[in-house]
């Protein structure tokens, strides 16, 4: 194979990671949720805050959802999809209930995570998980 060819593979892989890391700067975490089960793929949530959601996901029979927290220069974020209003509304009443120093704490979820999760991909994260 030419080097080239092998230079420009390079470039790209590294426009691409670093393209990944500058989107994902400000998350502090990325939940998804299927069939009322809620799966952390990004980041850290204290285990309250994780039944909370789980908890809602459960009332409003969701099949499909995520969520991301983002920090911004004043305070934090949700971004919900695959909720209605209502139903999201309710995720954001109960993460404003977290301090923003709890979510930076917990440490115990990183010992059980499946090689999705650790690289950040949600598809793969629920394709490794254990059936119940």
Same mark, same amino acid.
């Given at each position: ?5 092998v230079?420009?593979?390079l ?23 299927? =069939?009322?089960?809620?799966?952390? %793929? &990004?980041? +850290?949530?204290? /285990? *309250? @805050?994780?039944?909370?959601? $789980?908890?809602?996901? !459960?009332?409003?029979?969701?099949? =499909?959802?995520?969520?991301?927290? %983002? &920090?911004? +220069?004043?305070? /934090? *974020? @949700?971004?919900?999809?695959? $909720?209605?209003?209502? !139903? ?39 394709l ?5």
């Amino acid at each position: 194979m030419p080097i080239v060819i092998v230079a420009l593979i390079l470039i790209v892989i590294a426009v691409a990671v670093v393209a990944t890391l500058a989107i994902r700067h400000n998350e502090l975490f990325y939940v998804s949720i299927r =069939r009322s089960r809620v799966l952390v %793929v &990004r980041g +850290e949530v204290p /285990t *309250r @805050l994780r039944q909370d959601f $789980a908890i809602i996901a !459960t009332e409003a029979g969701l099949k =499909r959802a995520s969520i991301r927290a %983002v &920090r911004t +220069e004043t305070h /934090t *974020r @949700l971004h919900i999809q695959g $909720a209605d209003e209502g !139903t999201a509304q309710r995720m954001r009443n109960v993460f404003g209930l977290h301090p923003i120093s709890q979510l930076r704490a917990p440490r115990d979820q990183r010992e059980h995570r499946n090689l999705g999760q650790i690289l950040g991909w949600a598809w793969l994260a629920w394709l490794l998980l254990p059936r119940r």
